[in-house]
């Protein structure tokens, strides 16, 4: 199977994942259901927040309040991708570096090297 090329594009997006189903592209190797549920509960959570936010906005709140609520919500996000992250490295990546194939393990580590730089800032 041809390893998807993870050198980052100029746009400043993601490659595709070194893991993806042959063939797709968009999707990952195994997603653990519990995970899922708790990252969905999470992002309906936030998706309340956002709302509050926007009332908040709306009503000509406190600026200072607002922006602590902003903060929660980059908190709350990150909580979500650590529960990503998590499931990404558990099947994603260690099926690519298993398979025994140094171009596949290799772009998982550079995809890995890249994600871990994007979400640390």
């Known amino acids: 199977m041809p390893t998807p090329d993870t050198t980052p594009p100029a746009d400043g997006t993601l490659a595709p994942c070194a893991c993806a189903r042959p063939g797709d592209g968009t999707h990952a190797v195994a997603v653990d259901p519990e995970m899922k549920a708790a990252a969905l509960r999470r992002l309906r959570r936030i998706e309340g927040q956002v709302r509050g936010l926007q009332k908040m906005l709306d009503e000509e709140r406190y600026c200072a309040d607002i922006l602590t609520q902003v903060s929660s919500v980059h908190e709350a996000l990150r909580g ?36 871990l730089y994007r979400n640390a800032r």
Do not use: K, T
């Open 80 to 115: 979500v991708a650590r529960i990503l992250f998590r499931n990404h490295l558990e099947h994603c990546a260690a099926s690519a570096i298993r398979s025994g194939d140094p171009e596949q393990s290799g772009a998982m580590y550079d995809e890995l090297v890249e994600l």
